[in-house]
Structures are given as structure tokens and as C-alpha cells.
């Protein structure tokens, strides 16, 4: 199955995204710090106009830790960018990125002179919770499935900052279809664009290539199965994904591997690493027994 998702909308929100540019200080792009390439839009490079840029790595209290700090230093060497790993509903933390803000854009921030802050996101990043947070207030619209946030809303802040909350975008062609799946495991993608019992496997391929005493321990194996198929099979049985005659449901037993891996309940996990060569990504979905097609999709026009 090719993972293909991108709705009308987020075309649209392109467009507003090109035009609000213009209008601001500073970007803030929220990321899942489980897998920050995989989920950073790789268009915002392109409307980004050299304006600093903040890299929140949300949900850090899910990711491994050491592939965190991997992740911050290989960010930090791009010109103007800073990565910050937090969880957004941890007031605390937050404040360390108004902080941020402030260093990035010390000219601004005084009474009539907030610093015009946008922040984007592909969906369920996490990124109305984060606004939220800074706001000390329920403003932003948040939900648990993909494009709550339908249009831009401008938010003023009391600590010096202007929000432009802005829809969640994906880029339009997933030929990345490694990058696609990992979305799919977090939750990024729409449930009808994907296949759950083929997201399952890939997941398990990952998690048996990358962090197999997590899985037995989690799901008590003695030892791993051979195959992803097998493992989420074994999954089934350990979560009770039974149905009559002892067979497991395969899809059941997937979409619950996948609930528990985004709820953290196997151990806090990064879905990628920086600087995996494109081998080792091909190996994987091999592994996962998932067919790629080429299949390139026209990306829209960034305005100028």
C-alpha cells in the first residue's frame, strides 16, 4: 500500500502560510520529537524568507532521549534555526520558549512591539496544545485525529508575543514513503488514507530492527517471532485481540500496537534517527513486506 494524504484544504494553507511570511518575526515549527524529519514540512525551507526559526521538538517524553540530542545538534547546524525538545502542556518548559523568542528577536517584545510569532505544524504535532499552554487558556482548537485547525487565527499572547496559529500542513508528495509510514505509526496520517494492519507491521519491523527488548518485554516474548506479521500476531494474543476459534484479528491487534506506541506504553521510542542512508530505509520496508510504487504527485506552487 502507497500512503497518499493530502487534503484540499492544506493547499490553501500554503498559500496563507506564503502570505503570513511576510507579516512575521519569527517561526516556531512543532515537531513530533519522535520523528522530527519525518514531521517537519520540507515546503516551509522554501516560504521561510531567512526569518529565525525555532524547532519545537514536542512529545520529548516519548522519544528516546539520546536520539533527541542527536536530533538538536544536527538542527542547530542550519543558520538561524534552534531546536528546543519539550512537552508542550508543561508550563515550565514553555516558558523556556518564550525565553526563546525573546533572544531570537530581542528588538521586539515591548508594549505595541509583540514579536509576531507564526507557528505551523503538520497535524497532531500537538502544536493547539502548545499555543494553548503559552496562552494559559483554551483558544487554540484541539483534537486527537488529524486538521483541527482548519484556518489561521491570530492570537495575542501577555508576554510580549503574537501568535498566527496556522492549519496543519503535510507535504503534498509522499515519494518518502519510509517518512509516510513513520507518520502513519504516530498518528499524523488521516485513519482513511492508510491501511492499519500494514502500518502495524511496519511498526513492528521498526521496533524489532531498532528496539527488540522493548517488545518482548512489553508484550513478554521469551524471543521475537521472525517476521513483523508474526509479532503483531503475538501482539494480538498478549493484548487479547482474540477472536472465535483462538485466531487473532490481525487488524485489531495492529491498531492496538499502534495506540499503545503513540500512547508510550512500550518505552519512550524515536521513529528515525538523523543521517539513516537510503538503504537501510529500503531494507526496512522490505523487512515490513510493503511494496513501494513510484508514484510522484505534482507539488504545488509555493508563491513567490
Known amino acids: 500500500m502507497t500512503i497518499r494524504w493530502y487534503p484540499g484544504h492544506m493547499s490553501k494553507a500554503l498559500e496563507q502560510i506564503s502570505e503570513l511570511v511576510r507579516k512575521i518575526d519569527l517561526i516556531i515549527e512543532v515537531l513530533d520529537a519522535r520523528l522530527p524529519y519525518s514531521s517537519s514540512n ?180 521469551a524471543e521475537l517471532p521472525d517476521t513483523p506479521h508474526e509479532v503483531v500476531e503475538a501482539v494480538g494474543r498478549c493484548l487479547g485481540c482474540i477472536m472465535s476459534g483462538g485466531v487473532v484479528d490481525v487488524h485489531r491487534a495492529a491498531e492496538t500496537f499502534l495506540r499503545e506506541l503513540r500512547a508510550g506504553k512500550a518505552g519512550r521510542i524515536s521513529f528515525e534517527e538523523p543521517g539513516t542512508p537510503e538503504d537501510v530505509e529500503a531494507e526496512l520496508l522490505r523487512f515490513a513486506g510493503i511494496e513501494v510504487r513510484e508514484q510522484h504527485q505534482q507539488a504545488p506552487t509555493v508563491p513567490e
Open 42 to 221: 520540507h515546503l516551509l525551507e522554501q516560504v521561510r524568507r531567512n526569518k529565525p526559526c525555532i524547532k519545537v521538538l514536542n512529545k520529548n517524553d516519548l522519544a528516546d532521549p539520546a536520539v533527541t540530542r542527536a536530533w538538536v545538534q544536527h538542527f542547530q547546524k542550519s543558520a538561524g534555526v534552534r531546536a528546543l525538545p519539550l512537552v508542550a502542556k508543561n508550563i515550565p518548559e514553555t516558558k523556556s520558549l518564550v525565553k526563546l523568542c525573546k533572544q531570537l528577536v530581542p528588538q521586539r517584545g515591548n508594549p505595541g512591539y509583540p514579536i509576531r510569532t507564526m507557528v505551523v505544524g503538520i497535524p497532531n504535532v500537538g502544536k493547539s496544545t502548545l499555543i494553548n499552554t503559552l496562552a494559559g487558556r483554551s483558544i487554540a482548537k484541539v483534537g486527537d485525529r488529524p486538521a483541527v485547525t482548519m484556518r489561521p487565527q491570530q492570537i495575542p499572547l501577555n508576554n510580549g508575543i503574537l501568535i498566527f496559529d496556522t492549519p496543519g500542513l503535510l507535504w503534498p508528495a509522499m515519494d518518502d514513503q519510509g517518512g509516510a509510514y513513520r507518520l502513519a505509526t504516530s498518528g499524523a496520517i488521516g485513519a482513511n488514507a492508510l491501511d492499519y494492519t500494514n502500518v502495524g507491521v511496519f511498526a513492528a519491523a521498526y521496533m524489532m530492527r531498532r528496539y527488540p527488548e522493548l517488545l518482548k518485554e512489553r508484550y513478554k516474548l
